[in-house]
Protein backbone atom coordinates (compact mmCIF):
# COMPACT_ATOMS: atom_id res chain seq x y z
CA UNK A 1 0.00 0.00 0.00
CA UNK A 2 1.45 3.46 -0.79
CA UNK A 3 2.05 6.36 1.52
CA UNK A 4 1.17 9.81 0.16
CA UNK A 5 3.27 12.87 1.50
CA UNK A 6 2.11 16.47 0.86
CA UNK A 7 4.54 18.68 0.27
CA UNK A 8 4.21 22.28 0.48
CA UNK A 9 6.93 23.84 -1.86
CA UNK A 10 7.86 27.77 -1.64
CA UNK A 11 9.97 29.33 -4.38
CA UNK A 12 10.41 32.41 -6.56
CA UNK A 13 8.17 31.86 -10.33
CA UNK A 14 8.35 34.22 -13.01
CA UNK A 15 5.37 35.56 -14.47
CA UNK A 16 3.73 36.25 -18.00
CA UNK A 17 5.58 39.89 -17.45
CA UNK A 18 8.80 38.66 -16.49
CA UNK A 19 8.58 39.67 -12.75
CA UNK A 20 9.52 37.20 -9.78
CA UNK A 21 6.18 36.64 -7.68
CA UNK A 22 6.50 33.98 -4.51
CA UNK A 23 4.46 31.39 -4.86
CA UNK A 24 3.33 28.26 -2.28
CA UNK A 25 2.25 25.14 -4.54
CA UNK A 26 1.55 21.38 -2.83
CA UNK A 27 2.87 18.36 -4.57
CA UNK A 28 1.79 15.10 -3.97
CA UNK A 29 5.25 12.31 -3.22
CA UNK A 30 4.59 8.43 -2.48
CA UNK A 31 7.28 7.73 -0.29
CA UNK A 32 7.62 5.45 3.11
CA UNK A 33 8.93 8.05 5.48
CA UNK A 34 8.88 11.62 6.04
CA UNK A 35 12.99 11.65 5.41
CA UNK A 36 12.48 9.85 1.93
CA UNK A 37 9.24 12.37 1.06
CA UNK A 38 11.57 15.18 1.33
CA UNK A 39 14.47 13.60 -0.45
CA UNK A 40 12.46 12.65 -3.26
CA UNK A 41 10.50 16.27 -3.50
CA UNK A 42 14.70 17.88 -3.57
CA UNK A 43 15.56 15.44 -6.36
CA UNK A 44 12.62 15.76 -8.32
CA UNK A 45 12.16 19.60 -8.28
CA UNK A 46 15.87 20.24 -8.28
CA UNK A 47 15.66 20.40 -11.73
CA UNK A 48 12.69 21.74 -12.50
CA UNK A 49 12.69 25.15 -10.56
CA UNK A 50 15.15 27.52 -11.34
CA UNK A 51 16.47 28.66 -8.54
CA UNK A 52 16.25 28.40 -4.89
CA UNK A 53 13.31 26.47 -3.20
CA UNK A 54 11.99 25.72 -0.02
CA UNK A 55 10.41 22.60 1.39
CA UNK A 56 7.94 24.31 4.11
CA UNK A 57 5.80 21.60 5.08
CA UNK A 58 5.49 18.07 4.92
CA UNK A 59 2.63 15.97 6.43
CA UNK A 60 0.89 12.58 5.56
CA UNK A 61 -1.93 12.60 3.09
CA UNK A 62 -5.06 10.67 3.31
CA UNK A 63 -5.66 9.48 -0.01
CA UNK A 64 -5.75 5.97 -0.55
CA UNK A 65 -5.52 6.04 -4.32
CA UNK A 66 -4.58 8.25 -7.40
CA UNK A 67 -5.80 7.74 -10.99
CA UNK A 68 -4.15 9.63 -13.85
CA UNK A 69 -5.55 10.47 -16.55
CA UNK A 70 -2.81 11.68 -19.34
CA UNK A 71 -5.38 14.34 -21.25
CA UNK A 72 -5.23 16.69 -18.46
CA UNK A 73 -3.11 17.59 -15.28
CA UNK A 74 -5.67 18.91 -13.05
CA UNK A 75 -6.50 17.21 -9.68
CA UNK A 76 -10.00 16.82 -8.19
CA UNK A 77 -10.08 14.90 -5.09
CA UNK A 78 -12.97 12.69 -4.49
CA UNK A 79 -14.78 11.33 -1.32
CA UNK A 80 -15.78 7.88 -1.42
CA UNK A 81 -18.31 6.33 0.82
CA UNK A 82 -18.93 2.64 1.33
CA UNK A 83 -21.18 0.53 3.96
CA UNK A 84 -19.22 -2.54 5.28
CA UNK A 85 -20.05 -5.26 7.68
CA UNK A 86 -17.59 -5.54 10.73
CA UNK A 87 -17.08 -9.50 10.60
CA UNK A 88 -17.37 -10.02 14.51
CA UNK A 89 -20.26 -8.00 15.58
CA UNK A 90 -22.16 -7.92 12.32
CA UNK A 91 -22.58 -4.54 12.56
CA UNK A 92 -22.63 -2.03 9.50
CA UNK A 93 -19.77 0.69 9.34
CA UNK A 94 -19.04 3.60 6.87
CA UNK A 95 -15.92 3.93 5.79
CA UNK A 96 -14.87 7.48 3.58
CA UNK A 97 -11.87 6.97 1.87
CA UNK A 98 -10.22 10.13 -0.69
CA UNK A 99 -8.70 9.21 -4.24
CA UNK A 100 -7.52 11.69 -6.58
CA UNK A 101 -8.43 11.81 -10.17
CA UNK A 102 -6.91 13.78 -13.60
CA UNK A 103 -10.14 15.89 -14.86
CA UNK A 104 -10.88 18.45 -16.95
CA UNK A 105 -13.81 19.37 -15.08
CA UNK A 106 -15.99 17.93 -11.64
CA UNK A 107 -18.18 16.60 -13.57
CA UNK A 108 -15.67 14.61 -15.40
CA UNK A 109 -13.42 13.76 -12.17
CA UNK A 110 -17.03 12.57 -10.99
CA UNK A 111 -17.60 10.28 -14.30
CA UNK A 112 -13.61 8.91 -14.26
CA UNK A 113 -13.89 8.17 -10.39
CA UNK A 114 -16.76 6.07 -10.92
CA UNK A 115 -14.90 4.24 -14.28
CA UNK A 116 -12.01 3.62 -12.47
CA UNK A 117 -13.63 2.04 -9.31
CA UNK A 118 -16.27 -0.39 -11.25
CA UNK A 119 -14.72 -3.18 -10.03
CA UNK A 120 -15.38 -2.86 -6.64
CA UNK A 121 -17.61 -5.23 -4.94
CA UNK A 122 -19.38 -3.17 -2.50
CA UNK A 123 -21.41 -0.28 -3.50
CA UNK A 124 -20.34 3.43 -3.28
CA UNK A 125 -20.96 6.47 -3.27
CA UNK A 126 -18.98 10.14 -4.21
CA UNK A 127 -20.56 12.91 -2.35
CA UNK A 128 -17.60 15.27 -2.66
CA UNK A 129 -15.81 16.01 -5.58
CA UNK A 130 -13.37 19.32 -5.50
CA UNK A 131 -10.43 20.60 -7.42
CA UNK A 132 -7.37 19.90 -5.91
CA UNK A 133 -4.46 22.79 -5.45
CA UNK A 134 -2.27 19.76 -6.08
CA UNK A 135 0.53 20.78 -9.08
CA UNK A 136 1.86 17.14 -9.87
CA UNK A 137 1.63 13.94 -8.44
CA UNK A 138 5.38 11.71 -8.12
CA UNK A 139 4.31 8.12 -7.47
CA UNK A 140 7.27 5.49 -6.47
CA UNK A 141 8.76 4.04 -9.36
CA UNK A 142 10.94 1.00 -9.66
CA UNK A 143 14.24 3.18 -11.77
CA UNK A 144 13.81 5.99 -9.14
CA UNK A 145 16.62 5.55 -7.18
CA UNK A 146 18.11 8.41 -4.97
CA UNK A 147 20.98 5.99 -3.79
CA UNK A 148 24.01 6.16 -6.56
CA UNK A 149 25.43 2.59 -7.75
CA UNK A 150 27.62 0.71 -5.40
CA UNK A 151 31.32 1.41 -7.39
CA UNK A 152 32.75 -1.59 -8.43
CA UNK A 153 36.02 -1.42 -6.57
CA UNK A 154 34.07 -1.69 -3.02
CA UNK A 155 33.08 -5.11 -1.31
CA UNK A 156 30.69 -6.12 0.88
CA UNK A 157 32.02 -6.26 4.33
CA UNK A 158 31.71 -10.16 5.17
CA UNK A 159 34.51 -10.61 2.47
CA UNK A 160 36.78 -8.74 3.53
CA UNK A 161 36.98 -10.14 7.33
CA UNK A 162 39.66 -12.89 7.63
CA UNK A 163 38.08 -15.79 8.22
CA UNK A 164 39.68 -17.30 11.33
Keep these: MRIWFLCKVKYAKENEQGLLKN ?17 RIYDMLGSVIRGDFQVTNISKSNFVDVFFYEDIDVWHKCKITYIVADADSGKEKK ?11 VKEAYDRIYESLNNMLVSF ?4 VVESPIVEIFPYEKDDDLNPPIPDNLRPLEETESKE
Design 95 to 105: VTQFMLVTAHN
Design 23 to 39: VSEQYLVDAVSFTEAEA
Design 125 to 128: NVPE
